[in-house]
């Protein structure tokens, strides 16, 4: 069993980025934790209750637990405060990987939030800090991809998810206020639903995420490793 800590600017963007990754790590039996950094309002159609009960239903969509740290939506900011509040819940959790949303966005909640969990990871190991718990170093940090530039990802590995596209797609769906009634961002849940295809094309299995990280991976096998077909 393996600790892992998800975090999101904003509840949504975890399922939108790795939703099939968390429900395979949950049936894994991995103990996984998603955190909040907002609790994502305002929007035209959401509000703090209806939204907390979303983000709720989510997770247990997903099988998953969650948490929010209270930072305010639209104004993330990269600060020492905030750094210290994602480090506690690294303590907290004793998170051994942690993902983050992709360093190169348009939104700035996103830009800030991956800026926080970097330098917040180091924290966290830090002793003689006011945090609560034991030091620890989260031995992997890895990006998922909830971007809002308008580019393709360009990933250096990808989780196979199949079987757990339709637990990914009703996880977004449980956001009723932001993907069902407004209409335009109907668009999105396809959208991701054909990006699970395309990347699971790549590695010869039906659906699969991507994913970035700064350093390497180390293999003791090739039993992990998933073989297309040529």
Same mark, same amino acid.
């Given at each position: 069993?393996? %600790? *892992?800590?998800?975090?999101? $600017?904003?509840?949504?963007?975890?399922?939108?980025?790795?939703?099939? /990754?968390?429900?395979?790590?949950?049936?894994?039996?991995?103990?996984?934790?998603?955190?909040?950094?907002?609790?994502?309002? $305002?929007?035209? =159609?959401?509000?703090?209750?209806?939204?907390?009960?979303?983000?709720?239903?989510?997770?247990? *969509?997903?099988?998953?637990?969650?948490?929010?740290?209270?930072?305010?939506?639209?104004?993330?900011?990269?600060?020492?405060?905030?750094?210290?509040?994602?480090?506690?819940? +690294?303590?907290?959790?004793?998170?051994? +990987?942690?993902? /983050?949303?992709?360093? %190169?966005?348009?939104?700035?909640?996103?830009?800030?939030?991956?800026?926080?969990?970097?330098?917040?990871?180091?924290?966290?190991?830090?002793?003689? *800090?006011?945090?609560?718990?034991?030091?620890?170093?989260?031995?992997?940090?890895?990006?998922?991809?909830?971007?809002?530039?308008?580019?393709?990802?360009? $990933?250096?590995?990808?989780?196979?998810?199949?079987?757990?596209?339709?637990?990914?797609?009703? !996880? +977004?769906?449980?956001? =009723? !206020?932001?993907?069902?009634?407004?209409?335009?961002? %109907?668009?999105?849940?396809?959208?991701? %639903?054909?990006?699970?295809?395309?990347?699971? !094309?790549? *590695?010869? /299995?039906?659906?699969?995420?991507?994913?970035?990280?700064?350093?390497?991976?180390?293999?003791?096998?090739?039993?992990?490793? !998933?073989?297309?077909?040529?």
């Amino acid at each position: 069993m393996t %600790r *892992i800590l998800v975090v999101g $600017p904003h509840p949504d963007d975890q399922e939108l980025g790795m939703g099939g /990754t968390i429900a395979r790590f949950a049936e894994q039996g991995h103990d996984v934790l998603l955190l909040d950094m907002t609790n994502g309002e $305002p929007t035209p =159609h959401g509000d703090p209750v209806t939204r907390a009960a979303e983000a709720k239903r989510a997770a247990e *969509i997903l099988g998953v637990r969650r948490v929010e740290i209270g930072l305010p939506n639209r104004r993330i900011e990269h600060t020492l405060d905030a750094r210290h509040r994602v480090a506690g819940v +690294i303590r907290e959790h004793r998170a051994e +990987i942690v993902f /983050t949303p992709y360093f %190169r966005d348009a939104h700035p909640d996103h830009v800030a939030t991956t800026r926080i969990v970097e330098d917040a990871r180091f924290d966290a190991k830090l002793t003689q *800090i006011d945090l609560p718990g034991e030091p620890i170093y989260p031995t992997w940090l890895f990006y998922y991809y909830c971007t809002h530039l308008r580019w393709v990802a360009d $990933p250096n590995f990808l989780f196979d998810i199949t079987g757990f596209e339709q637990r990914k797609h009703d !996880s +977004i769906v449980a956001y =009723h !206020s932001q993907f069902v009634v407004p209409e335009r961002n %109907r668009r999105v849940v396809e959208w991701i %639903r054909s990006a699970n295809h395309y990347f699971g !094309s790549r *590695i010869g /299995t039906e659906a699969a995420e991507p994913f970035y990280t700064h350093e390497p991976l180390g293999l003791t096998g090739l039993d992990g490793l !998933s073989m297309p077909k040529r």
